[in-house]
C-alpha cells in the first residue's frame, strides 16, 4: 500500500523538484485494484483523484492503457504530439502504454477538479514513469 501511496504522489505531481517549493497537493483514492483473468498478467486500478485548485502533474507515462472520466471542474490535457485539450464534466480522455503526459493540470487557479482514471497494467506495475 505505501508504494501505491508513492506512485500516486507522483502521478499528480505532488512530490517538487525543487522540493523548496510546495506544490498543491492532489488526494487521490484507490477504488479498486482487481487481477484481469482473462487478460493474463493484467491487473485494473481505478482512482478517484481530486486536483486542488492549481494543482498539476510532472510529465510522465504510465506505460498503460489509462482512461480518464471528469466528474467535476476542468483540466487540461496533452500528449507528446497532440494538442492540449481541456475536458470538462462528463469528458473523457485517454493516454496509450507509449504516450507520454506532457500537460496535465487543473484549467482553474480557484476551483478544484475531479476526475477518475482507469488503468489497465500489467500486474504490479507502476502507476507512472517520470519522463525527463
Request: with cysteine; charged share 15%; hydrophobic share 40%.
Amino acid at each position: 500500500m505505501k508504494s501505491l501511496a508513492i506512485a500516486c504522489a507522483l502521478l499528480l505531481g505532488v512530490l517538487c523538484t525543487p522540493c523548496s517549493q510546495a506544490a498543491p497537493h492532489a488526494e487521490v483514492k484507490e477504488v479498486m485494484l482487481k487481477d484481469l483473468p482473462d487478460f493474463p498478467g493484467k491487473e485494473g486500478l481505478v482512482l478517484e483523484v481530486l486536483y486542488p485548485p492549481g494543482g498539476t502533474d510532472e510529465v510522465h507515462r504510465h506505460d498503460a492503457h489509462a482512461f480518464v472520466y471528469m466528474l467535476e471542474g476542468s483540466i487540461v490535457m496533452q500528449l507528446r504530439g497532440s494538442q492540449p485539450v481541456t475536458l470538462h464534466a462528463g469528458q473523457s480522455f485517454y493516454e496509450g502504454p507509449n504516450d507520454v503526459h506532457i500537460v496535465g493540470r487543473n484549467a482553474s487557479t480557484t476551483q478544484p477538479a475531479k476526475f477518475v482514471v482507469f488503468l489497465m497494467k500489467n500486474k504490479g506495475a507502476p502507476i507512472l514513469t517520470p519522463v525527463h
